[in-house]
């Protein structure tokens, strides 16, 4: 069993930054991929960014030169750093690992907050 611990969110005002983190623990045999996504009240789940543990990273258009997406790989923890906030990044963040079983893990979500 694998669980999944999100921290950094929080309250900020537009044009802020915030740096989120997620910390894999429990019974893992390898780590694959680890990433981001999103859910904003009324909408879907979107993708926000992953990174493999050879670097290769898949982010969402929208979000590009804002958000950063890295990984320390022997500590199992991925990091979303977050600038140039606008309100319509308001949503609850999920961070999800995979491993090479092919199960995927999903974090209980943290709220980020951008007011104008």
């Known amino acids: 069993q694998v669980q999944l611990v999100e921290s950094g969110g929080g309250l900020v005002q537009a044009g802020g930054s915030l740096r989120l983190s997620c910390a894999a623990s429990?019974?893992?045999?390898?780590?694959?991929?680890m990433g981001w996504y999103r859910q904003a009240p009324g909408k879907q789940r979107e993708l926000v960014a992953t990174?493999?543990?050879?670097?290769?990273?898949n982010s969402a258009d929208s979000m590009k030169g804002r958000f950063t997406i890295s990984r320390a790989n022997a500590k199992n923890t991925v990091y979303l750093e977050m600038n140039s906030l606008k309100p319509e990044d308001t949503a609850v963040y999920y961070c999800?690992?995979?491993?090479?079983?092919?199960?995927?893990?999903w974090g209980q979500g943290t709220q980020v907050t951008v007011s104008s």
């Open positions: 999800l690992a995979s491993l090479s079983s092919r199960h995927t893990y």
């Open positions: 429990g019974t893992i045999f390898s780590i694959t991929t």
């Open positions: 990174i493999t543990s050879g670097g290769i990273i």
